[in-house]
């Protein structure tokens, strides 16, 4: 290259082959990039407004160079880049017979390649030359998430491990390589392959996964799925498993005879200690074998949500919480469930606290003595709400009352419900918000006294809001991470529900068109009746009428 395009044309040919062999990529994309780097040269030489093309021929190394017009219309305004172009009046001027569309070609005469126009060639060679190897690698590794791979490192840089793939060079971030495992030049390493960049890693749940697969037959063989994975990389993994056929054991089958098969992977996984659990469709049931080998008491679930709560005997807190909550963390990722643990005994704390609390609330707001009001507490009813808007029945069913005295108890629930109200309308009032806050679905009384002390006083005022602004947020003062309460913090308001509200506030003031309601679905015979398709017990609590149970 360096002496022009004039050199020897076989030996052009035997350096495409040879880049072409080096690379792995096809010769044909090699000779692509030097004719790119002659035409860029050349037009250096002839003007950068003339389309020049080179051509070079695969088998002898011939070149030919040409310089191509195209005739095209008076009027047409040339796109930036675009070059070869002749007007047709012009077009005219030289020849009688041309039209538009008609091209014109001028073979050009070889030249010698300058230090610039070298160096030039050489960039272009290089960039297309790279660009086809990433392509060549993206082929060959795009299908390859999640696989095991072998490579040797090539060399580290800052934490960072470039490995030797063989046709390709992978990186391993400083993240996704386990704590305290070092790396030398040369040493094989095994990972598992993510993304087109080829990005490896040995922390992510699937590489343990596959290191179970070429451990246990029966994980490759499909008859033992692992169903998720959590890791704290170099130090502690929970998996959930699960059988496929009802003789086998999927725990005691990736353990192994006397662990030798889990012990295979901890070993690759520089001594990371693996809980293997039971999966369960019952996530109830599945979140108690998370924690394990904590023993849990009560969960209780909120799906709405995605909460639970999990209460164990005081001796198990901290084997549930684990080391620096590592335990309680891994069993969350695990089951996508936030989970909160609490011992029986602040349960019960927790459960006499709300009965004093509650009792102390219908004493006050229906005028009752201690012994009413716990009676309702005891039955379940924790707010005025139930008790004024439950069905009667279910307050005359109570130990000691009859009909009169809970349509007494309900009239005296209602009455205050009414007058608290009236005292919250006042508040609104009076700090000026407007009636038409009050139209945005979820805004009731009690949210529109805490917008109004916010300054939020009307609909385009909450419209203008961000979801943090209702629920709080965080920031930095003096090196410390301080909340900042937000308007509607003691509403426990979800990030979700925040949006949405402020969202419907944006579209009444017409600043954003509201979603599309969702479309009915088909009807079928089954949907037509009701009971079609309930078992005996869903068809009984139908009949007692919708919400009612054995129990009512």
Not at 391 to 415: K, M, N
Request: some cysteine; proline content about 3%; glycine content about 8%.
């Amino acid at each position: 290259m360096a002496t022009g395009i004039s050199a020897n044309r076989l030996e052009l040919l035997q350096i495409a082959d040879a880049v072409a062999r080096e690379k792995a990529i096809e010769k044909e994309i090699v000779i692509e990039a030097i004719e790119d780097a002659i035409q860029k040269a050349a037009r250096n030489r002839y003007g950068a407004d003339n389309d020049i093309r080179a051509k070079i021929d695969p088998k002898t190394g011939e070149l030919e160079l040409k310089r191509v017009v195209t005739v095209i219309e008076d009027d047409v305004e040339l796109e930036e880049g675009e070059v070869g172009k002749l007007a047709i009046s012009e077009a005219k001027l030289r020849d009688k017979d041309a039209f538009v569309g008609k091209t014109y070609e001028e073979i050009l005469p070889p030249f010698e390649f300058g230090r610039v126009q070298t160096q030039m060639a050489r960039q272009v060679v290089t960039h297309k030359v790279r660009e086809a190897e990433r392509e060549r690698q993206y082929e060959e590794f795009k299908d390859r998430v999640g696989e095991i791979v072998n490579g040797s490192v090539k060399r580290v840089e800052y934490g960072n491990v470039i490995v030797d793939l063989g046709r390709g060079e992978g990186i391993m971030r400083r993240d996704q390589s386990i704590p305290r495992e070092a790396f030398q030049v040369g040493d094989r390493i095994r990972s598992e392959t993510k993304g087109p960049q080829i990005m490896l890693s040995r922390a992510h749940g699937g590489f343990m996964a596959k290191l179970f697969a070429q451990e246990v037959p029966e994980v490759y063989d499909g008859v033992i799925e692992i169903r998720a994975v959590a890791r704290d990389p170099g130090s502690r993994a929970k998996m959930a498993v699960v059988s496929n056929e009802g003789s086998i054991d999927p725990v005691g089958a990736c353990v192994g005879m006397r662990g030798s098969r889990v012990q295979a992977v901890v070993a690759e996984l520089q001594g990371e200690k693996i809980d293997i659990i039971q999966w369960n469709p019952d996530e109830a049931t599945f979140i108690v074998n998370a924690l394990a080998p904590a023993e849990v008491s009560k969960v209780v679930m909120d799906e709405e949500d995605e909460r639970v709560e999990v209460v164990v005997p005081d001796d198990q807190l901290s084997l549930a919480i684990g080391r620096r909550g590592q335990n309680v963390r891994l069993a969350s990722q695990l089951t996508n469930w936030q989970i909160d643990i609490m011992t029986e005994s602040q349960e019960s704390e927790r459960r006499q606290r709300q009965f004093t609390e509650t009792t102390a609330l219908f004493q006050e707001a229906l005028d009752v003595d201690e012994v009413i009001a716990q009676l309702l507490a005891t039955e379940g009813f924790s707010s005025v709400e139930e008790v004024a808007y439950v069905d009667s029945e279910e307050v005359a069913s109570i130990e000691g009352f009859d009909e009169d005295t809970a349509e007494e108890l309900q009239a005296r629930a209602r009455e205050f419900l009414e007058k608290e109200a009236a005292e919250q309308d006042a508040k609104r009032r009076e700090l000026g918000v407007e009636d038409d806050l009050l139209n945005i679905d979820g805004v009731t009384l009690p949210i529109a006294v805490a917008l109004g002390q916010g300054d939020v006083k009307s609909v385009e005022d909450l419209a203008g809001l961000v979801p943090d602004d209702l629920r709080g947020w965080f920031e930095s003062k003096g090196g410390e991470r301080v909340r900042e309460a937000g308007i509607l913090d003691s509403f426990a308001m979800s990030p979700e529900d925040a949006e949405a509200l402020i969202m419907r506030a944006r579209v009444a003031m017409g600043w954003v068109e509201a979603p599309p309601e969702p479309e009915p679905e088909a009807l079928d015979d089954n949907d037509l009746d009701p009971a079609a398709e309930l078992t005996e017990e869903e068809r009984f609590e139908l009949s007692l009428g919708q919400g009612a149970s054995r129990d009512a």
